[in-house]
């Protein structure tokens, strides 16, 4: 039987250390590394990220058909470290809604795409329900901070959330990150 943990908190909580820590022992995992590298400063931390796997990991580095790319892998690994959540969420909205056009969108366009998110990831856990392969998801709690001044902050923020709850209802342990220091919360 598999098993779906969540591991979560906020920035440089260390949230992806505890969740490579928990698998430090494990020779099949399969890191899948939702980062895309935009510019400089995120060239570096995905860097950083890679240099701290262990290097009988496997890497997957994208965001789109995860459901599918799990699938046809699940059979040769043992666990999956999906890292992060946040930038999946975040990469495949700015797919569905242009970044330059948020201001105009409206209210009935940001709920088709938070429904089209929630199918993706409830597919993805789903589909690992059906297979031996355990999964860690990492995702940031956006919920601690201000509420953002701006209308892409706060639409980000509410399907961040409510994706969040979504992998957290389905999850067997959650663990949220404070000061490097894991609370077990499920």
């Given amino acids: 039987m598999n098993r ?14 505890f969740a490579e820590q928990l698998l430090k022992e494990e020779e099949r995992v399969l890191y899948i590394a939702t980062a895309i590298a935009f510019d400089e400063e995120m060239k570096e931390r995905i860097k950083k990220h890679q240099k701290s796997r262990p290097r009988c990991w496997d890497t997957f580095e994208g965001y789109k ?5 799990i699938e046809q892998k699940a059979k040769a690994y043992n666990f999956v470290l999906l890292d992060c959540v946040t ?3 975040s990469n495949l909205l700015f797919d569905l809604l242009s970044f330059e056009e948020w201001e105009r969108f ?5 709920d088709k795409a938070e429904k ?5 990831v409830q597919a ?3 589909m690992l329900k059906t297979t031996n392969t355990n999964i860690v998801f990492v995702t940031n709690e956006l919920g601690f901070s201000l509420t953002p001044e701006n209308k892409m902050g706060r639409v980000f923020r509410d399907i961040q959330g409510r994706i969040n709850q979504l992998i957290a209802k ?12 894991p609370l077990k919360i499920k």
């Fill in 4 to 17: 779906i943990t969540l591991v979560t908190g906020g920035a440089r909580s260390g949230k992806s250390t």
């Fill in 65 to 69: 058909n995860l459901k599918e790319v």
């Fill in 87 to 89: 930038l999946w969420i």
């Fill in 106 to 110: 409206d209210e009935g366009e940001f």
């Fill in 116 to 120: 089209i998110i929630c199918q993706e």
């Fill in 124 to 126: 993805v856990i789903d």
């Fill in 170 to 181: 389905n999850a067997d342990d959650v663990f949220l990150l404070v000061c490097g220091q």
